[in-house]
């Protein structure tokens, strides 16, 4: 699992550091950290010694890192530039630059190779625009110093401009905003420095499950399993109009290995099933033994839709199943289902993208609403939490970045799916994805429910990724491909990675 802290987590727990003298080391193990990944950039083009590096250094302490860099690097036989981007910069460290024979110019050398980013650090807040810096060359390896210029270290939000990053050494603990939206597509690459802060940091604010901790939950059966052990889920999605989300839903989670699939339906819709997925047990009625259930996809909104829903949350409330409401349920689900399924213990998991999660906040918190609009903007993060909080739920927020949050704050993010995922039918899959992790009771042992989840979510956005290298596909071809990254478990070579060392 890697852990994230909020930039004001980390400059808090920077504080008792630098009161009782110990800035300048802090300084620069940060600097000797990012002068290593420097070099190991560097040398992966060719020999080091006579390349040009430039540093965009601000006035701050972040400004500071990269002139103590720049000097490591000059010791290296590096040629080391400073172009700075402001009225001063850090004394000491532009001290230590000039003492090891590096440069200070205005603008950065057109043979330069690659471009530290130290403009701004943690603690930038605000739209920013760097219409006023020196422009980085075209091809040229950007590293940012602790973040990108740009991003809000708390949130990962870009008010302005950005500095995209090729890689960003950061220190001391990974910022959430580099695992959120626009801060995780601007950070590329990400390396975590450690600098001693362990001791001060406190809880995370986000953690990322990561490929084995995912695998761990849809784990192969062990050799004493039968079909019942192994996870029964139960899926009540599809009608007549919309029989194809009852396909995708049951697809996936007989991909995922699951020991039963249970389909409750329309007779068109159950056709279509047993046509794509003969192992499924079929019929119209809500029974059997399942152990957790799906509802919502392709379910419509009429009478019919309501009375699918409510057989679904009787047997929930009856046997504490847990339930993942997705799609039309979550426009049909109330306050009074919400109310009865968390008193008799059921586990309850909504699966919105933005435009659901406002339309049932609107609906079932509307204080809240008010709320979100009064917290500078979109914040998927404090969105997700504060539903699950009110609500009592576990909350899957799909977009750019997957949040998934418990009611008690615990937060889980996952950035593996991407834009090739916004295709008609690939939340069906998805939800298939998280009842089958719900369904495994045997196997879960102390995993945290939205653990669970993320690991859903990092199994359909791997999907995603290898779907996407064959080119344009559709949600169809996603369960197949489910089957292929659990039976390799390896990760293709594309979109933000992290490595968190220490973390």
Not at 14 to 20: C, G
Not at 351 to 373: C, I, K, Q, W, Y
Not at 406 to 432: F, H, M, W, Y
């Amino acid at each position: 699992m890697i852990q994230a802290y909020s930039g004001s987590a980390v400059r808090a727990a920077e504080r008792p550091l630098l009161e009782t003298g110990h800035g300048d080391a802090l300084m620069r193990r940060a600097a000797w950290g990012l002068a290593t990944y420097v070099l190991r950039a560097l040398r992966a083009r060719g020999p080091a010694v006579g390349v040009t590096v430039a540093a965009l250094v601000g006035t701050g302490n972040n400004g500071g890192d990269a002139l103590w860099a720049l000097s490591f690097l000059r010791q290296r036989g590096v040629d080391a530039v400073a172009v700075p981007t402001g009225d001063q910069m850090h004394e000491v460290g532009l001290d230590a630059l000039l003492r090891a024979g590096g440069r200070v110019r205005e603008h950065i050398p057109v043979h330069a190779v690659l471009v530290i980013d130290a403009v701004l650090g943690t603690g930038a807040r605000g739209g920013w625009e760097p219409a006023s810096i020196p422009p980085v060359p075209p091809g040229v390896t950007v590293v940012a110093c602790d973040l990108p210029s740009g991003v809000d270290a708390d949130t990962g939000h870009v008010a302005g401009g950005v500095i995209l990053a090729d890689l960003t050494v950061t220190f001391g603990a990974l910022k959430t905003g580099l695992l959120i939206g626009a801060g995780a597509h601007a950070a590329g690459r990400v390396e975590l420095v450690d600098i001693g802060l362990g001791p001060y940091l406190g809880t995370p604010d986000v953690c990322t499950v990561e490929r084995d901790e995912a695998l761990a939950v849809f784990a192969p059966p062990a050799w004493d399993d039968y079909k019942y052990r192994r996870g029964v889920l139960g899926v009540c999605a599809g009608s007549e109009r919309y029989p194809g989300a009852a396909v995708l839903v049951c697809h996936a989670a007989v991909a995922s290995g699951l020991g039963m699939v249970q389909y409750a339906g329309p007779q068109r819709a159950a056709d279509l099933v047993l046509a794509a997925c003969p192992e499924v047990v079929a019929g119209n009625a809500v029974e059997g033994k399942a152990r957790a259930w799906v509802a919502g996809p392709g379910l419509g909104s009429d009478d019919d839709a309501r009375s699918r829903l409510a057989e679904v949350v009787e047997a929930c409330v009856d046997d504490a199943l847990p339930l993942v409401l997705d799609a039309s349920a979550l426009d049909l689900v109330t306050l009074e289902d919400l109310d009865r399924l968390r008193a008799a213990g059921a586990t309850i998991v909504l699966t919105p993208h933005e435009g659901e999660l406002r339309r049932l906040v609107s609906r079932l918190a509307p204080d809240m609403n008010v709320s979100f609009a009064a917290v500078a903007g979109w914040d998927p993060v404090t969105a997700a939490r504060r539903t699950a909080k009110e609500l009592g739920v576990v909350v899957l927020l799909k977009g750019p970045t997957t949040v998934c949050a418990a009611p008690d704050g615990r937060t889980v993010v996952q950035n593996e799916g991407g834009p090739e995922l916004a295709t008609a039918g690939s939340g069906d899959t998805l939800a298939g994805l998280v009842g089958s992790a719900l369904a495994r009771t045997e196997h879960h042992g102390p995993i945290a429910t939205a653990e669970k989840v993320a690991a859903a979510a990092w199994l359909h956005g791997m999907a995603g990724q290898r779907s996407a290298v064959q080119g344009p596909f559709g949600a169809s071809a996603l369960a197949d491909v489910v089957r292929d990254v659990m039976a390799s478990g390896k990760e293709p070579a594309t979109g933000n990675t992290l490595s968190a060392p220490g973390v």
